[in-house]
């Protein structure tokens, strides 16, 4: 396995040509917590002797601190390195290693087995061409087994190898094998995976790893090694695949040149070769392709480059170039299978943006069609989706997107969510199709608009978003702010939180998912209110930042004012008009806000009310007074 070619010797340079242009494998390993993953890949970088003399000793002086083989060198330290991972004897992040051998090169992905490590595993691979499931000869299938076998047929990992490990603890036994093998066919056929090679080995031995072995001579199969360098690339797949290239950068180094850059996702593309960009649909012809080496006669997947077109034709980053025979499809709703990644649960209604390929467009999940349990396969309902929840969602975007379904094309398919707030990486999904009603469904003209409706009422229409814990007094100064303006002869409405839950919103109740989806509707209806000329009081607790964005993005600048109705705990606890708080104290009031439900108070509100300082009279001028100030008034 180790290069030991004589061109080394002879022609150094024709070696590392050679060695350039050999293919290159993303594999993972996965599994359930201690089945062997890391140990096998130490075993791989050793056998495969690119480890160095210094490399060696540390790992020998590590296993008599760490390891877990009673003396003998412990493999899996050189792919855990982290403290937590070597005191507990597990794999924590995705570790990546790069080895290579005579026929192709490989980067493998170490993912973790433990279920509140799952994210990890899909992170691991998002980006690879097969797989290694590691199974303990001694446990069989596990549910964590189970888990990452749904995750990859989900994410259509094409090339499966289910690693029956620890062997050696069986005496080699063909019948444990044969044993695995069967429940383990059984439980991928419902899950529609494919192409499975079955290894029995012993990854701490060597067994069936690089050379077969001599223990087990009633297996005739492939060994691990063998099989890993002669499966199918992914890269000649996608090469047979329609032509697509995100567009990453528009590269106009002066008035003369004017090229789009990215990486080839799929397909061939040469001069000459017609395109179509995504979602404008204007097409084109590939004049050049141009590489900092030079012109390419052509540019296939995977490689980087940048394409002259013959027509100037307005191309952004975040556009899909596509072949024009098998363009694309756009759409901004979709179905799609998400897995949730973050403590925070997914909230349907709740904005996030939505990273596909070089697009980044703003997504909200609309409808959790049904949650998948991994162990059982069964379908089960839900209202939300917590840490490592797999779902069959239906998802809406801001505007429409060129993309493919995920099972034709990972790169323009698969895409991440991303929290607005904090930026953080909370969900992956999978593209299924597009839904119909994107297509069918249009903004339709009407001549009275906005702007003719508030002329007719003397004044500027704006939201006034009252917020705030319940007792803070919300409703009482939206009462008094509406009692002044309507006085002056302003044309108002008051959307009080008790009210509304009595009509529009009366099938909710107070999870997080029915509180976002609550604003969610009082926002959309105070919007076709601000569109009808008129000035909106809204009175909610509307507990999440996220949701009074949303109804901040919703208006025009200027349109929306946070009005922060604060008193601290102890003061709303003590009012408790509607004793409210006393029943979240003693139990009979679950998620309830302040108690045992969060509040995230304004970072930076419009207007700031402390209204254990002030009267409601004195907070009522205070609103006037700014909207005046701001010319909403006279």
Not at 81 to 94: F, M, N, Y
Not at 216 to 229: A, C, K, Q, V
Request: charged letters at 25%.
């Amino acid at each position: 396995m180790s290069h030991s070619s004589e061109l080394i010797a002879e022609d150094i340079e024709g070696y590392l040509k050679a060695h350039e242009h050999k293919g290159l494998l993303r594999f993972i390993t996965c599994g359930s917590v201690d089945d062997g993953k890391s140990t096998l890949i130490g075993r791989l970088l050793f056998e495969s002797k690119l480890l160095f003399e210094d490399q060696l000793a540390a790992i020998e002086a590590d296993s008599k601190k760490y390891g877990t083989q009673g003396g003998d060198m412990d493999f899996a330290l050189l792919v855990d390195g982290l403290a937590a991972e070597r005191e507990q004897g597990i794999t924590i992040d995705v570790a990546y290693r790069f080895f290579s051998t005579e026929k192709r090169k490989f980067i493998v992905a170490d993912t973790p087995g433990h279920e509140q490590y799952t994210r990890n595993m899909v992170t691991g691979a998002s980006t690879a061409d097969a797989a290694i499931l590691m199974v303990d000869a001694r446990h069989g299938i596990l549910t964590q087994t189970r888990r990452h076998s749904f995750l990859m047929s989900l994410m259509g990992m094409r090339h499966v190898v289910v690693a029956i490990n620890k062997m050696d603890l069986v005496d080699y036994s063909k019948a444990r094998f044969d044993q695995i093998v069967e429940e383990y066919r059984t439980f991928a056929k419902q899950l529609g995976l494919e192409n499975i090679t079955f290894i029995p080995m012993s990854a701490l031995k060597g067994d069936n790893v690089i050379e077969p072995s001599p223990h087990m001579p009633w297996y005739h199969g492939t060994t691990l090694m063998g099989y890993l360098e002669t499966v199918e690339l992914d890269a000649e797949h996608l090469q047979r695949s329609p032509f697509r290239m995100p567009v990453q950068w528009v590269n106009r180094p002066n008035l003369d040149f004017r090229g789009f850059s990215g990486m080839v996702a799929s397909g061939v593309v040469r001069p000459g070769d017609q395109i179509r960009v995504q979602p404008s649909g204007k097409t084109s012809t590939v004049s050049r392709i141009y590489t900092f080496d030079g012109d390419l006669d052509e540019a296939v997947a995977g490689q980087s480059v940048t394409l002259l077109l013959e027509d100037e034709i307005d191309i952004s980053r975040g556009d899909v170039i596509s072949g024009v025979e098998q363009p694309a499809h756009t759409a901004d709703q979709f179905e799609t299978t998400l897995v949730w990644m973050h403590e925070a649960p997914l909230l349907p209604g709740r904005p996030y943006l939505m990273k596909l390929g070089t697009q980044m467009v703003s997504a909200t999940v609309t409808d959790i069609k049904y949650q998948v349990n991994v162990n059982t396969l069964e379908h089960t309902a839900g209202k939300q989706l917590d840490l490592n929840g797999i779902g069959v969602c239906t998802i809406s975007l801001n505007r429409a997107v060129a993309f493919d379904a995920y099972k034709d094309n990972h790169d323009t398919g698969g895409f991440i969510l991303i929290d607005r707030m904090t930026n953080n990486t909370v969900g992956a999904g999978m593209l299924h199709f597009a839904l119909r009603r994107s297509q069918n469904i249009h903004m339709q003209h009407v001549d009275i608009d906005k702007q003719a409706r508030a002329l007719a009422k003397s004044q500027k229409p704006a939201v006034l978003w009252f917020t705030g814990l319940s007792g803070a007094g919300k409703s009482t100064i939206a009462n008094l702010v509406e009692k002044k303006l309507f006085t002056q002869g302003q044309h108002t409405y008051l959307l009080d939180g008790d009210n509304v839950r009595h009509g529009l919103n009366r099938d909710l109740g107070f999870t997080d998912a029915d509180r976002v989806e609550n604003v969610r509707r009082v926002a959309e209806t105070a919007k076709l209110m601000v569109d009808a000329g008129l000035i909106v009081m809204s009175a909610f607790i509307s507990p999440f930042r996220s949701e009074r964005q949303l109804a901040r993005d919703l208006l025009e600048a200027g349109e929306f004012i946070e009005i922060f109705v604060d008193a601290p705990l102890n003061v709303v606890e003590a009012r408790d008009p509607k004793g409210l708080y006393k029943k979240a104290r003693r139990g009979e009031l679950k998620n309830f806000t302040g108690i045992d439900s969060t509040y995230e108070a304004p970072e930076s509100p419009d207007i700031h009310l402390k209204t254990s300082e002030m009267s409601a009279e004195e907070a009522a001028d205070s609103v006037i007074k700014t909207l005046r100030e701001r010319g909403l008034i006279s």
